[in-house]
């Protein structure tokens, strides 16, 4: 809790500040430097970015080498400081201090960045990352939310300066300090590290780190390109706000509140809709979302625009509701694409120098993030396009980032698929999740009831699962995709193809020597009565070359269900939609007690009548 108020003051004062210049340089400054607003707005996005893309590798070291929650209060005195300096610029109303005290925020997150998503998998329990990431990214955006609301309101409060500003920003540093101090220490996990000085270096060897591991690489490009994306949405809605809707403070506010209220409630749903598990496959219904949304802003906004003299006046316009569900929406599917990544990351990241990892992620969306205000202040000024027709751009950039990535690496579509499979046409519940072990080799054996048990199966397990299946089965059309990208094995009988059953017994052994969760259907084939067959002799077989621990479980309540066979003589009964069925997991089987029957009999057991 100390930790969760920490960081969400610091968001919340960060955005007092980064909305309240914003609304003084679009709403009270025409013209500024020779710059017009659309520019001004993105080079003090490109201010407070710049640290991170420089700092990132150094603060990384720090947050690996020492104690955490002693920095953390350092961070927050500093927080402190930087807010005299910003009351000092409001009060001499001098724009270099006040563009300097943005760029020492941004300096200051970049030092608590590493710290905040590196402590977070060292405190909690692996099936709570998601959870906890969730409660996270929701408590920042609600704190963005009150910054971004307060922001420019306390801006338009009557006063001789923007003491309003001021205090209340003095004020949010000094509670942050406080609460900063109720955190328990967290120890170092690497304290004999040497702190390496030069960070174009340090930079590069971060960028190494996370190239080590292609699923961190893949979930640090997946970050950054979103960065890029949100980025480029949220900077201009001010000057959307004024230039485009012809609106005022109090609708720049509105508008920022919608697409935060829309990530929050993403980030939420997220947690709810991947089970308490790392759900890549939220990943593409995330991108698609906002691509086809990002799309309609442009569609969605005015030719021409009005004069609204309040904000009601706006919301009686029915037309503008549009860009309102588009932005929360955007917010929505942020939530279902940026959630999964960054738990990705943690999960997977060598915990000696996961901190150095987020450094680099931090370094990589900083990039992103210069290059989006680049890009937009490129197409703003020098191309003469139109807010919402940079909107449209990106948007389209997106389909095509996504389409690429979906291409080189291919399990998030087909996670994708599987997620929608048990959340459409099945209700899944689990018991025993708990017996499958959470590393090392073993294999998981279950009754074969329908064509898509690996799916479900795959589906709900916390770790990627590999299945031997009937090749007959592997080889359809639509799902061949997902197994083949799920590096299934396929199987025949002796009988029916020798080279591809002794290929098959050769691929077992290695990913069992791989330390790989395996799949198996011992039946070999899937019913045709909804009762379970005799076990093969295959498993003793695997077994007696790898002797590893066997997990058995049953599908229930499967059969008749869509994908399933049906009885011959009530083939005329529909199949059942959205069928409630059960994967029950059974305790472990040790190697040397496991044989065929005995791996039968504990199917049986656990699907007991429900077949």
């Known amino acids: 809790m ?3 108020v920490t960081q969400a003051l610091g968001a919340f004062n960060d955005n007092i500040y980064k909305n309240a210049l914003a609304a003084m340089l679009v709403f009270h400054s025409s013209q500024l430097a020779g710059l017009n607003t659309n520019q001004v707005v993105n080079l003090s996005a490109l201010v407070f970015i710049l640290p991170f893309f420089l700092f990132s590798a150094l603060f990384g070291q720090f947050a690996d ?25 409001f009060w001499l109303n001098y724009l270099p201090l006040l563009l300097g005290v943005l760029f020492l925020l941004g ?10 998503y590196g402590m977070i998998p060292q405190v909690l329990k692996r099936r709570e990352l998601v959870g906890g990431n969730a409660l996270v990214e929701m408590g920042t955006f609600v704190a963005i939310l009150a910054g971004t609301i307060a922001g420019p309101l306390l801006v338009d409060i009557e006063s001789a300066w923007p003491v309003w500003v001021s205090g209340a920003a003095l004020l949010t540093a000094i509670a942050g300090y406080l609460a900063s101090r109720g955190i328990p220490p967290l120890p170092a996990v690497a304290p004999e590290l040497k702190i390496n000085w ?26 950054s390109w979103f960065w ?12 959307f706000s004024e230039n485009v809707l012809g609106g005022d403070a109090q609708l720049m506010s509105t508008l920022l509140a919608m697409f935060i209220i ?22 593409p219904l995330g991108a698609m979302g906002l691509t086809v949304f990002g799309i309609d802003m442009f569609f969605a906004s005015p030719v021409e625009a009005a004069i609204y003299t309040t904000l009601g006046n706006f919301f009686t316009v029915g037309a503008n509701w549009r860009i309102v569900l588009d932005l929360v929406m955007i917010g929505i599917f942020s939530g279902f694409f940026i959630v999964p990544m960054y738990a990705l990351v943690q999960q997977q990241t060598d915990p000696a120098h996961r901190s150095r990892v987020i450094a680099g992620n931090n370094i990589l969306n900083a990039l992103f993030m210069v290059v989006s205000a680049a890009f937009a202040m490129l197409l703003l000024g020098n191309a003469g396009l139109t807010i919402p027709e940079l909107f449209l751009i990106t948007a389209v950039l997106n389909l095509i980032v996504a389409i690429y990535i979906f291409t080189i690496v291919p399990e998030f579509l087909m996670r994708f698929l599987v997620w929608m499979l048990i959340h459409t046409i099945y209700k899944v519940e689990v018991k025993g999740i708990e017996n499958i072990p959470k590393r090392g080799a073993a294999i998981i054996a279950s009754n074969h009831v329908s064509f898509v048990d690996p799916l479900i199966i795959g589906g709900v397990s916390r770790r990627p699962v590999r299945f031997v299946m009937y090749y007959k089965i592997f080889q359809i059309p639509l799902l061949k995709f997902i197994f083949k990208t799920g590096k299934a094995i396929p199987i ?9 059953l002794d290929q098959a017994y050769l691929r077992i052994t ?10 198996i259907f011992p039946e070999g084939g899937i019913t045709t009565d909804g009762e379970i067959a005799s076990f093969k002799k295959g498993i003793e077989k695997i077994i007696g070359q790898q002797p590893v621990t066997v997990v058995p479980m049953a599908l229930c309540n499967l059969w008749g269900s869509l994908f399933s066979r049906r009885d011959p003589v009530i083939k005329r009964r529909p199949y059942k939609f959205r069928a409630h069925i059960e994967l029950r997991i059974g305790q472990p089987i040790p190697p040397a007690e496991l044989t065929a029957e005995r791996l039968e009999s504990a199917v049986r057991e656990l699907r007991g009548d429900d077949r």
């Open 2 to 4: 100390p930790f969760f």
């Open 65 to 89: 080498k020492y104690e955490k929650s002693g920095q953390i209060r350092r961070i927050k005195l500093f927080e402190v400081f930087i807010m005299v300096l910003a009351t000092l610029g």
């Open 107 to 116: 300096f200051q997150s970049t030092m608590f960045g590493p710290i905040k």
């Open 198 to 223: 030069n960070f174009l270096l340090e930079t590069a060897r971060n960028i190494r780190f996370i190239r080590e591991n292609r699923i961190v690489l893949n979930g640090v490009l997946g970050i």
């Open 228 to 239: 890029f994306f949100g980025a480029t949405f949220l900077v201009q809605i001010p000057s």
């Open 262 to 283: 829309g990530i929050s409630t993403g980030s939420l749903l997220c947690e709810r809709l991947s089970g308490g598990q790392v759900e890549i496959g939220l990943v």
């Open 492 to 500: 025949a009988a002796r009988h029916e193809d020798p080279k591809v």
């Open 510 to 519: 290695r990913s069992l020597q791989n330390r790989n969760l395996l799949g």
